[in-house]
């Protein structure tokens, strides 16, 4: 989950200006960010992006790095009272959450959103200690396995996220690239976009949203979360809905390679990105330079 701004440099991982909205990111109210909130609302006044998504880590396995670090109530009366303080000047802030699914735990987490409204909500899968990714297994895990199956329980477990229809959003889709590289690479995995398809007619199925996460851009995957061009094939397969957000867990990767993350989505076909504010949810244009004039600022999209 860490954030590491110093990953590779780039163009298009630099911070954007005029966007509408980065509807990703972590506050010291996660684990693994130190940032107060109202950093973020200083740099969106600053940068021109009018909406921000504060979407802090909750985990749902004991012992996992968020699970029980600060209560839903302290976490929503934060953020509200941030939103409250920077509405008056221009600055939307909606309280969302990502929540690291975790089959085992599928009906806890059940039972949270049930009991808890976020504005918007992120479900994605993360790599922890017990994983066959982290850094202390993954060269054994790798060796002598097919591409196929060594993405294997990353890309099944984001499956049964996207199929539990808990989440707006699925987050970071190909994660995985971060840990597996240098053994297996951004181009091998490009290499293989079958692996893929799975997961991209679930989400065409169950109308959840893609995310286009802009972290990789900062990190040695060197492009989003997934790659333009899976965006661009989940849009042929049917896709309608899409995100982007820049994951920040720092200062200086607020609205990090979003103009990428927004340029990524529009190249692909999508004129609008998915986001709820706690309602239905709501397409939010992509500014004319990304897209065809004339098309509505918003539109009310049926919910999941």
């Known amino acids: 989950m860490l954030d590491h701004a110093g990953g590779p440099s780039s163009e298009a991982a630099a911070p954007a200006r005029d966007l509408p909205l980065d509807s990703h990111l972590h506050t010291d109210l996660s684990p693994d960010s130190l940032v107060p909130i109202d950093v973020y609302g200083a740099a969106a006044l600053e940068r021109s992006i009018p909406e921000i998504a504060i979407t802090d880590h909750v985990d749902f396995a004991p012992g996992a790095p968020a699970f029980d670090f600060v209560p839903f109530a302290d976490r929503e009366r934060t953020v509200r009272e941030a939103a409250e303080r920077w509405a008056p000047?221009?600055?939307?802030?909606?309280?969302?959450?990502?929540?690291t699914y975790d089959?085992?735990?599928?009906?806890?987490?059940?039972?949270?959103?049930?009991?808890?409204?976020?504005?918007?909500v992120i479900g994605s899968v993360h790599v922890y200690e017990a994983s066959p990714y982290h850094a202390s297994r993954v060269g054994a895990w790798v060796a002598s396995r097919a591409l196929g199956e060594i993405v294997a329980p990353y890309?099944?477990?984001?499956?049964?996220?996207?199929?539990s229809g808990l989440f707006d959003t699925i987050g970071h889709l190909d994660f995985?690239?971060?840990?597996?590289?240098p053994l297996v690479t951004a181009a091998d995995l490009a290499a293989a976009p079958e692996l893929y398809e799975p997961l991209l007619v679930a989400l065409v199925e169950t109308g959840v949203a893609l995310e286009v996460?802009?972290?990789?851009?900062?990190?040695?995957?060197?492009?989003?979360?997934?790659?333009?061009?899976?965006?661009?094939?989940?849009k042929v397969l049917g896709g309608t809905a899409v995100s982007a957000g820049s994951d920040a867990h720092s200062a200086e990767s607020f609205a990090s390679g979003l103009e990428a993350g927004y340029r990524a989505a529009a190249a692909a076909g999508f004129e609008t990105l998915a986001f709820r504010r706690g309602g239905d949810r709501v397409a939010v244009s992509l500014p004319d330079r990304f897209r065809r004039a004339g098309e509505p600022n918003e539109a009310v999209i049926p919910p999941l």
């Open 89 to 99: 000047r221009g600055v939307a802030i909606r309280f969302g959450v990502e929540i």
């Open 103 to 120: 089959a085992r735990h599928e009906a806890t987490i059940r039972e949270h959103l049930a009991r808890h409204a976020y504005d918007y």
């Open 155 to 163: 890309f099944d477990e984001v499956l049964r996220a996207i199929r």
């Open 176 to 181: 995985v690239k971060r840990y597996l590289h």
């Open 213 to 234: 996460n802009t972290s990789g851009l900062r990190q040695p995957a060197g492009e989003t979360y997934p790659s333009a061009a899976i965006v661009e094939r989940f």
